[in-house]
């Protein structure tokens, strides 16, 4: 069971960063209308919000190099939560910005997976 949510992580993260970077607006069947993202403390509730806040990001290009997930079962019966940390380079920039996100994924009845719960922060040390 352990290794299985692992691998959800794993995929999951390389999937939601490689989509990120390359073609934001792909992550929109990601999630649902009940979804929501935290991003730097602003909540957005439902797809079509969540949609609207990473299209207008001041930024169009950006690289993710992620250093850690972490993932563990959810009280939800086959959801996993998973916690990933990393830095993230825009276009142009000289340094990197360290962030933290956290996921929550629920199964979908095709066998694949959508965001209930998103939460993005940058770190500042």
């Not at 996100?101 to 009845?109: A, K």
Request: aromatic fraction near 12%; proline fraction near 4%; include cysteine.
């Amino acid at each position: 069971m352990e290794e299985q949510v692992e691998m959800v992580g794993r995929a999951f993260a390389d999937h939601y960063y490689n989509l990120f970077d390359h073609d934001r607006n792909a992550l929109v069947p990601l999630y649902r209308p009940a979804s929501m993202l935290t991003f730097e403390g602003q909540k957005i509730l439902g797809v079509d919000e969540i949609s609207a806040k990473l299209s207008q990001l001041s930024f169009d290009q950006c690289r993710h190099v992620i250093s850690t997930i972490d993932s563990q079962p959810s009280a939800f019966a086959g959801g996993v939560v998973v916690v990933v940390s990393g830095s993230l380079q825009l276009h142009g920039e000289d340094h990197p910005l360290r962030f933290s996100q956290m996921f929550h994924l629920i199964p979908t009845e095709q066998g694949s997976y959508f965001v209930q719960n998103d939460i993005f922060r940058l770190n500042y040390c």
